[in-house]
């Protein structure tokens, strides 16, 4: 058990890579989204595909696992959690907090 515990944690670090990647991009989308519907004759309908939300969350997995790139996701998961804890709701709403690195 002991000796599959770090790969089960790199792998939930990952998977949580890929999560953080598909919020983004929701986000994102549903900003397009909104000045679409702020002035539909402006701005061209954005479309939600699946694919982009899967390009999104590989690269917010890859982010997450490189080692380079490992100490920036884990200050911004630090940073969430404390957003969490303290009931900050105003900060979940900029695109700072969505962001992967």
């Given at each position: 058990?002991?000796?599959?515990?770090?790969?089960?944690?790199?792998?939930?670090?990952?998977?949580?890579?890929?999560?953080r990647?598909?919020q983004?991009?929701?986000?994102?989308?549903?900003?397009?989204?909104?000045k679409?519907l702020?002035?539909?004759?402006?701005?061209?309908?954005?479309?939600?595909?699946?694919?982009?939300?899967?390009?999104?969350?590989?690269?917010?997995?890859?982010?997450?696992i490189?080692?380079?790139?490992?100490?920036?996701?884990?200050?911004?998961?630090?940073?969430?959690?404390?957003?969490?804890?303290?009931?900050?709701?105003?900060?979940?709403?900029?695109?700072?907090y969505?962001?992967?690195?």
């Amino acid at each position: 058990m002991y000796q599959r515990l770090p790969k089960i944690l790199y792998g939930s670090w990952g998977l949580l890579g890929f999560y953080r990647g598909v919020q983004y991009y929701n986000f994102h989308h549903d900003e397009e989204m909104q000045k679409y519907l702020k002035q539909p004759k402006i701005y061209e309908k954005p479309e939600d595909f699946y694919t982009n939300k899967i390009g999104s969350g590989a690269l917010g997995t890859v982010v997450y696992i490189f080692p380079f790139f490992c100490v920036f996701p884990a200050i911004k998961e630090i940073k969430r959690l404390e957003i969490n804890l303290r009931g900050l709701e105003e900060e979940k709403k900029k695109p700072e907090y969505y962001r992967v690195f």
